[in-house]
């Protein structure tokens, strides 16, 4: 099996069996896209839906917005023979890991399955929300992803030095 990993901002796209694109999300988004037809499939992982209305985004920034991941995911498909009337997506990720970030996640994922719904593509699994990371693997020639929650780290270890007769910790 062939392991293609993809980090924020990236997306792969694959026609060949054999093969598996893999990411780990927290707040950010990662759709699973493939057309069942020409069996050609991809993912991608973004950070936020959509820049605020009055802000600007340059060129180089614009990758880490779900608007632009989609389209480079779709066009990428579609240079490689796929069909749009033949996408079925998965979309994994969307969590509220962060207390003090307010819903990022929750406002991602809405977005994307808006993208998704105002585009035509049909909906399969749906694993979004909560307050965990994801590890999402997608084996785009079959169409087959599957999520599971990344276990909370272990509690650090912090280390304590006696000096002269007091404890100090750092």
């Keep these: 099996m062939h392991r293609i990993s993809i980090i924020q901002g ?3 796209v694959v026609g060949e ?3 598996v694109i893999t990411t780990l999300l927290g707040s950010c988004i990662a759709v699973c896209l493939q057309d069942s037809v020409t069996r050609i499939g991809g993912m991608n992982h973004f950070l936020l ?3 605020g209305k009055d802000q600007r985004v340059n060129a180089h920034e614009l990758q880490r917005y779900g608007l632009h991941a989609m389209e480079l995911l779709i066009n990428a498909m579609m240079k ?3 069909t749009r009337n033949g996408f079925r997506a998965h ?3 969307g969590a ?3 207390a003090g970030l307010g819903s990022i996640g929750s406002s991602n994922a809405a977005f994307a399955r808006r993208f998704l719904e105002t ?3 049909a909906i399969g699994h749906v694993d979004v929300g909560g307050t965990r990371a994801r590890k999402v693997e997608f084996l785009p020639y079959e169409g ?6 990344v276990a909370d780290a272990p509690p650090i270890a912090v280390p304590v030095t006696p000096r002269g007769g007091e404890l100090e910790l750092f």
Excluded: M
Aim: glycine share 18%; hydrophobic share 30%.
């Design 49 to 51: 839906g959509e820049p």
């Design 144 to 149: 087959k992803a599957r999520s599971t929650a």
């Design 80 to 82: 490689r023979g796929a």
């Design 10 to 12: 990236e997306h792969a």
């Design 91 to 93: 979309l994994y990720g």
């Design 96 to 98: 509220n890991i962060v």
């Design 119 to 121: 585009e035509g593509i």
């Design 17 to 19: 069996p054999g093969t």
